[in-house]
């Protein structure tokens, strides 16, 4: 006997109206924001006090005001609200990422060029951030680098606004396996405490050459808030120490501290 799917079905329909509500709430509070601008500008201090007074992430902030520029019409809204996207298909298709996506500054590709011998993989790019890396192999957002094996000498530049615990972790467990023969990460300076880089501070080495600039995806040079670090697993330590030193302190067997976050 088949199944009654109706209640199901109906249950589906109060989630995607759900969604529906909330992306239009979202797009209403991106309006607003750009109804603060002056000029091109949000007010100093603006999204400060709001991700203090919503506990949403500054990035989450940028996402509403990219989601109302860019649906700037009713009728453009409309369709993608009918369309029936979650926030996170519009946020990861529709929409272009905002501060996550930092390319990789050229001044530390030849180094890391030099200490692995070879880039024979870059797990976390895109066709134009690879015109810099220069990685004989690279995965860009389709291919998800976090599901594909990796193999030989790794320079990896993960995503930032929280999401460096995943790729920190498949570079261990592919380092681990052997697929992995020497690695170079450039991180997030601020979360070498965290709780689950302590493998990596327990195996690896540290680099810390303070902040560096960057350029986002529209090629316009950035500086994130915090000081980078830049962490090397594999055998040839001395020539990581010897190379990368000329940027900042090497460190290694950092004591593992809790994960404030």
């Known amino acids: 006997m088949a199944l009654d799917l109706r209640p199901a079905l109906l249950l589906e329909e109060k989630i995607v109206e759900h969604d529906r509500g909330s992306n239009l709430a979202r797009w209403e509070f991106g309006r607003w924001l750009l109804d603060q601008r002056k000029g091109k500008k949000l007010p100093n201090g603006l999204l400060a006090e709001l991700v203090a007074a919503t506990g949403k992430s500054r990035s989450e902030l940028q996402y509403r005001v990219q989601f109302a520029e860019r649906y700037s019409t009713k009728k453009a809204l409309s369709k993608v609200l009918d369309s029936g996207l979650s926030w996170h298909d519009i946020i990861s298709a529709a929409l272009p990422a905002p501060s996550i996506d930092w390319w990789t500054p050229e001044d530390f590709i030849e180094p890391a060029r030099e200490v692995l011998g070879s880039i024979d993989l870059d797990p976390a790019s895109c066709a134009a951030a690879n015109e810099v890396v220069k ?110 030193s000329r940027y900042g302190d090497i460190v290694h067997c950092l004591r593992p501290k809790r994960d404030a976050a």
């Not at 990796?150 to 615990?165: E, T």
């Open 135 to 244: 990685a004989t192999d690279f995965f860009d957002i389709s291919k998800d680098g976090l599901l594909q094996p990796w193999h030989g000498g790794v320079w990896m530049n993960p995503p930032y606004c929280g999401k460096a615990k995943r790729w920190v972790t498949k570079l261990l467990d592919e380092h681990e396996s052997g697929r992995v023969d020497a690695a170079i990460a450039l991180l997030n300076g601020d979360r070498i405490a965290a709780e689950w880089m302590g493998p990596l501070r327990r195996r690896g080495l540290l680099c810390f050459p303070g902040r560096i600039s960057f350029r986002n995806p529209q090629g316009e040079p950035g500086k994130p808030r915090n000081d980078s670090a830049i962490a090397y697993l594999g055998p040839d330590r001395e020539g990581f120490m010897d190379v990368f």
